[in-house]
């Protein structure tokens, strides 16, 4: 039998401060909120205590941030997806955002180990005058570790409602998208970052941010591989693909960090969880 989990998170204005309430059933919590930046923006820490999900787990997170109201939601460790018997995993995340609310979605990485069969599907609704930025990094299987990414599948579903939907289905045994220059090239890394508002930004600004972050990747190991685009006009992707974790985590934090300068005039305040 499968360990379903279910996480609400709910942010508010009062004030000068973003309140949050949450509730959960299953293992699925909140391990600390913080303000690093001061009383308007919460910084929650995501856990899962198990440390994986396997065939048969589900594991939800819904979140709403209200009008006024700034939420960064992060994890302290990587997400792992282990080998199944047979029962597929799942992980989904819906979001809500507000006129006037902002959202950060930042995790830490997702490692689908060989032979799991995982679904990984986020959903983030945008009211007019909300926005956020968020990321995605997956690494299929641990190359650095000798574990290739040989069976089993990966299942990725990134959706902004009538905006841009991005859908995946990777397979271990699919060498020609794996390994073709035409495909990942041999990289077993994939990472993606937007920022997304919910109405159509303005051609200028939308244009800062391509810039920012062309200009991040133009100097980076990673510049052959990743690319930035916008492609509707309430949203900004930048893509990348890499051998490992690490410079794909470096490259999305720099433009995370421009980002958030260019688009809201806020200086780059990493999680404390990422640098232990």
Not at 52 to 59: A, N, P, Q
Request: hydrophobic content about 45%.
């Amino acid at each position: 039998m499968g360990w379903p989990g279910r996480l609400e998170l709910n942010y508010r204005r009062d004030g000068d401060r973003t309140l949050a309430h949450d509730r959960h059933s299953g293992p699925l919590r909140v391990l600390q909120s913080l303000y690093p930046e001061g009383n308007g923006i919460c910084h929650h820490v995501l856990v899962h205590p198990p440390g994986g999900i396997v065939g048969g787990d589900t594991l939800h997170i819904e979140a709403t941030v209200r009008a006024g109201a700034h939420a960064l939601i992060t994890t302290p460790s990587a997400t792992r997806f282990y080998r199944s018997a047979g029962e597929a995993a799942l992980q989904s995340v819906a979001a809500r955002i507000d006129d006037g609310a902002r959202l950060e979605w930042l995790p830490l990485e997702t490692i689908c180990h060989s032979a799991a069969l995982a679904e990984n599907q986020l959903r983030f609704e945008i009211a007019p005058g909300g926005e956020m930025m968020g990321w995605d990094v997956v690494a299929l299987g641990l190359p650095a570790s000798g574990e290739a990414f040989e069976a089993g599948h990966y299942a990725q579903r990134i959706e902004l409602p009538g905006v841009w939907l991005e859908r995946a289905t990777i397979r271990g045994d699919d060498h020609r998208l794996l390994d073709s220059p035409l495909g990942f090239a041999g990289h077993r890394v994939l990472a993606t970052l937007w920022f997304a508002a919910g109405a159509p930004m303005a051609p200028e600004r939308r244009e800062r941010l391509l810039d920012a972050a062309r200009e991040q990747a133009s100097g980076h190991a990673l510049a052959r591989t990743a690319g930035c685009s916008a492609p509707h006009p309430e949203v900004v992707v930048l893509r990348l693909l890499a051998p490992q974790v690490e410079p794909a985590m470096k490259l999305l934090s720099a433009v995370w960090a421009r980002w958030r300068e260019v688009g809201w005039g806020l200086s780059a305040v990493a999680p404390r969880v990422w640098r232990t």
